[in-house]
Nanobody, 115 residues
Framework: QVQLVESGGGLVQAGGSLRLSCAVSKSIISINLLAWYRQAPGKQRELVVSMTRAGATYTAESVKGRFTISRDDAKNTMYLQMNNLNRKDTAVYYC?????????WGQGTQVTVSS
């Protein structure tokens, strides 16, 4: 069983920045797809950013230019750098590692943006 543990969430003022971390209990080099999702109150979980094993990235239009996914293979950790946050970014953020035959999620970390 692979475990993913998020950290770095919290309360931030609009316009501020946060960096979320997701520590993975296995080598992330072998994971086909790493991704960050978020779920706001009363809304469906949505994909925010993702990165393939080869390094190709996807960024949702709503966060383009503000959010960046990255990884540190030596630390088996992925990151979500969030800049210029606004209240619409308030949500629980989840990391995910998936591939053929496996799909693992973290427990989530709350990000709250105040005006």
């Amino acid at each position: 069983q692979v475990q993913l543990v998020e950290s770095g969430g919290g309360l931030v003022q609009a316009g501020g920045s946060l960096r979320l971390s997701c520590a993975v209990s296995k080598s992330i080099i072998s994971i086909n797809l790493l991704a960050w999702y978020r779920q706001a109150p009363g809304k469906q979980r949505e994909l925010v950013v993702s990165m393939t094993r080869a390094g190709a990235t996807y960024t949702a239009e709503s966060v383009k230019g503000r959010f960046t996914i990255s990884r540190d293979d030596a630390k088996n950790t992925m990151y979500l750098q969030m800049n210029n946050l606004n209240r619409k970014d308030t949500a629980v953020y989840y990391c995910r590692g998936s591939g053929l035959g496996y799909d693992f999620w973290g427990q989530g970390t709350q990000v709250t943006v105040s005006s």
